[in-house]
């Protein structure tokens, strides 16, 4: 398109044609903009990776500051040409961040302390910058599997406070080692009172003040414009006082307010001269675990920061194509020793506040950075030391206020103090062991606060809830008065060690209830758990022994697969010769332990044998003379086992009484399949609803076994209520009742 545009550009002679023509798909006013926003955001990459390598090499290692520098620049080319080529928003800036560098700075420490008298300073050197290279690989790697694989997502699944301890506690390592920057050396406990010699105030305080006066002015809107103008008036201000003061380059120098360079110094490659075989490989393996950290850390901070963009730009952003664009360029950064690094929330807003949001701001930050690597060396020796000390001071102090500060009144107190502990641990003990902490008190503040949940989702007993089955009067007034010997739980949520417990009390409590019948059945709906650990396997074993013991019936139903699994592995079941019934649904269970009752007491529809058709239409009528006058209307139909009574979508020509036998109300779904809505036994009624509606029949009705019924056809209900109107009164008066206690059982 663009040569195009340019060929019809020069045909038509148009100089306005020829200047809208594109390169690499800018135009030229796109161009101006990305230029001069990468020249800025470029500048300003450059200062960070120098107050990164500060922080990386501080202490007893600020002699090998160049070699810092060198790294941080080397991995900020990478990966901000990268990342600007492989993110999925175009105006992403990538670089190395102090979030990654402290943790590599600790590293560094603890690798110094451990080979310290035992190798050289450059076998020393070569293996450190061998482990960052090594760590950013590793970083970058992982990044691009949850990437490729998706599993972006999961890092989510860190608790929030958490995070918040992270980032605060590498708040303070910031802190800490910007003043070791400043002062020239690591504090510790017993050098701390060194803070206030008179030499080290004039270094620290005014860092501070700059740090300060950064907080005040970049908290607005144009907070990333101020940076660089603030940035290269401390710069002139430092230079003009030291004018002032006829301090010389080599003056200041020699005090350690100016970094110490030749033109003989390298930036890059990083490497000293030392054969590669002399590298202490066992001494890299010791800080796998704080390279695994460091990947958490920097998976965390990369989807961080692109939801921020996100959010900011009003604009998707592809988590998982970032994390794959920032593991690729870690990957290749740590190929030459470079630092791991990630996204850059302010450098990315600021290239969008200059209405520059292309990929080519990115690269031309990268050729800034490359240049300084380069040929910058001898600019190094202008560069004052407590400048980017106080730069490190505000990055620090900002983490520190964000998340001890500004978080106080967004979360509860316990969450809080989970960034406390982290913080505290990370000062006193050191960033592994504060993660570590943090994470654990995390789990303890979820297993107290999960504890609370109520397992059990609500109690209700046989009163109150009965099956579909439909039962005479009699039997119906029999079961309401003995309904509270049934108890149906429905449980909810995991069930782990601490919420068992508290099932088996309820249960417990119930059962040596004096105030209440005797519990004949408990039925627990497991429909609503969503799992269970071991501790919960053994609860459910606790509460069949007890219910066994007590002549109570334990009726589990709705049991998924693996829940099912796990109880049969634990022994909870049939099989251990508990008194155990597993069942499909409440529905089952209930109307067996209703039979059962019926049974009991001789009530139940099967033992009725010597109970005819005339002494069920008289009990069901409540008159022996119309129920003999209704029965000359009704014709016998004996019924063998599946024998399909009425058919779904059948017109409705007859209603049924039930003598003997059950019948179940069939659904036939879409699949083929049966589900089987109710159950009807003797002395019921079936069929009226349709009957009455003149509605084709909704279900079927199959008989279960051998079964004799009764049936009235419309033709004999219109002949009864000519020949015998008080009858038909007397019919229809039943059918009424008969539907409003099935209404009133469905809406209780």
Not at 127 to 146: D, R, Y
Not at 212 to 226: K, M, Q, S
Not at 501 to 520: G, I, N, S, T
Request: charged fraction near 15%.
């Amino acid at each position: 398109m663009a040569s195009v545009n340019r060929q019809q550009g020069l045909r038509e002679g148009s100089v306005e044609q020829l200047l809208r023509a594109t390169i690499l798909g800018y135009s030229l006013r796109q161009i101006a903009a990305a230029l001069a926003a990468g020249l800025i955001c470029g500048l300003l990459a450059v200062i960070f990776a120098i107050s990164d390598a500060a922080l990386l090499f501080s202490g007893d290692l600020s002699h090998h500051v160049t070699i810092g520098i060198g790294i941080c620049l080397f991995s900020t080319i990478v990966l901000a040409a990268v990342v600007a080529l492989g993110s999925s928003y175009p105006g992403m800036l990538a670089l190395s961040q102090e979030v990654t560098i402290v943790t590599l700075a600790v590293i560094a420490a603890s690798m110094h302390t451990a080979m310290e008298g035992i190798r050289s300073e450059e076998e020393i050197t070569l293996t450190i910058v061998v482990a960052i290279g090594l760590a950013t690989s590793v970083t970058g790697l992982c990044l691009f599997t949850l990437g490729i694989f998706r599993l972006g997502r999961f890092v989510r699944f860190i608790p929030y406070p958490v995070i918040g301890g992270f980032l605060a506690g590498m708040g303070w390592l910031i802190v800490h080692g910007a003043l070791g920057v400043i002062i020239g050396e690591t504090l510790t406990p017993d050098n701390v009172s060194s803070m206030f010699d008179q030499a080290s105030v004039a270094k620290w305080a005014p860092a501070a003040l700059f740090a300060g006066l950064l907080w005040v002015f970049t908290r607005g809107d144009g907070g990333a414009v101020v940076l660089p103008i603030a940035l290269g008036v401390a710069l002139l201000l430092f230079h003009g006082v030291a004018w002032l003061l006829g301090q010389s380059q080599a003056e200041l120098q020699a005090g350690a307010w100016l970094f110490q360079t030749s033109h003989q110094d390298r930036l890059w490659p990083p490497l000293p001269d030392v054969p590669l075989s002399q590298i202490d490989w066992p001494v890299i393996w010791a800080e796998a675990p704080k390279v695994a950290t460091m990947v958490v850390v920097t998976a965390i901070s990369v989807l961080l920061a692109s939801s921020g963009v996100e959010l900011t730009v009003r604009r998707d952003v592809e988590l998982n194509r970032e994390l794959r664009a920032a593991g690729v360029g870690n990957f290749f950064a740590g190929l030459g020793g470079g630092a791991a690094g990630f996204q850059g929330l302010g450098l990315s807003l600021l290239g969008h506040k200059l209405d520059a949001p292309y990929r080519l701001v990115g690269l031309i930050a990268a050729v800034v950075c490359a240049a300084m690597l380069f040929f910058g060396t001898a600019l190094l020796a202008y560069m004052p030391i407590p400048l980017f000390g106080g730069l490190l001071l505000w990055i620090g102090f900002s983490l520190l206020h964000e998340w001890l500060v500004g978080s106080f009144s967004k979360m509860p107190w316990r969450e809080y103090l989970i960034i406390l502990v982290i913080l505290l641990v990370v000062g006193t003990a050191g960033f592994l062991e504060g993660v570590m902490a943090g994470l654990i008190f995390a789990v303890v503040l979820f297993v107290l606060d999960y504890s609370r949940v109520e397992i059990i989702r609500y109690a209700v007993t046989g009163e109150n809830l009965r099956s579909s089955a439909d039962r005479t009067t009699d039997d119906r007034q029999f079961l309401m008065a003995r309904g509270q010997e049934v108890l149906v739980l429905r449980l909810q949520g995991f069930v782990f060690f601490g919420t068992a417990h508290k099932l088996q009390a309820f249960v417990r409590e119930r059962m040596f209830d004096k105030a209440q019948p005797k519990l004949r059945f408990l039925v627990l709906d497991c429909g609503g758990l969503t799992g269970l650990d071991s501790s919960a396997v053994r609860s459910f074993i606790k509460i069949a022994q007890l219910t066994d013991g007590a002549g109570t019936i334990l009726l589990p139903t709705n049991l998924d697969e693996s829940v099912s699994q796990m109880l049969a592995a634990g022994g909870f079941g049939p099989q251990s010769g508990l008194s155990i019934r597993t069942f499909r649904d409440v529905d089952q269970a209930l109307a067996w332990s209703e039979d059962c009752l019926l049974e009991e007491k001789q009530l139940a529809l099967t033992r009725r044998e010597d109970d005819g058709i005339e002494d069920l239409l008289a009990e069901a009528i409540g008159d022996p003379q119309v129920s003999l006058s209704l029965l000359s209307y009704l014709e016998k139909r004996e019924c063998v086992p599946r024998d399909i009574i009425i058919h779904q979508g059948a017109e409705p020509k007859a209603l049924y009484f039930i003598e003997r036998g059950r019948v179940n109300l069939l659904l036939k779904t879409p699949d083929g399949s049966s589900i089987c809505l109710r159950t009807f036994s003797a002395g019921v009624v079936v069929g009226e609803l349709a009957f009455y509606l003149k509605q084709p029949h909704s279900a079927s009705l199959v008989t279960e076994g051998d079964a004799i019924l009764w049936r009235l056809s419309r033709g004999a209900l219109a002949k009864m209520g000519h020949e015998a109107p008080a009858t038909s009164a007397a019919f229809h008066r039943y059918l009424v009742r008969i539907l409003a206690e099935r209404l009133s059982l469905r809406t209780r």
